[in-house]
């Protein structure tokens, strides 16, 4: 698959306060939003506009670096993985307002 790109979110960022106290973990709206801004911008597309699937496989940690790859179905949608360290920690489905093209 190809990468799209690669995000970390830091300590300080807004949605992690009492996401939990001592174990700032990120949620998952944060990781869906960084991974599909990067395939967005890598495929030169809008927001998306409608998120099939979304599974979370492990916690992301703040400061931890996740690394986004896609692929374009016939039918174009994007299905996508993020991993930190070649561990996967999310893996979806989208659609974006603009047309896919199959890679």
Same mark, same amino acid.
């Given at each position: ?74 039918? !174009?949608? &994007? *299905? %996508? #993985?993020?991993?930190? +360290? ?5 893996? !979806?489905? &989208? *659609? %974006? #307002?603009?047309?896919? +093209?199959?890679?």
């Amino acid at each position: 698959m190809p990468i799209a790109g690669s995000f970390t979110v830091s300590s300080d960022h807004p949605s992690l306060p009492g996401h939990f106290p001592g174990r700032p973990v990120v949620p998952g709206a944060v990781l869906l939003d960084e991974a599909l801004s990067l395939i967005g911008a890598a495929l030169d597309l809008g927001a998306p506009c409608e998120i099939g699937l979304a599974k979370f496989i492990e916690p992301v940690l703040a400061g931890q670096t996740i690394l986004v790859s896609y692929s374009v179905e016939p039918s !174009g949608r &994007a *299905r %996508f #993985a993020g991993t930190h +360290e070649q561990r996967t920690v999310l893996l !979806g489905v &989208a *659609r %974006f #307002a603009s047309p896919l +093209e199959p890679l």
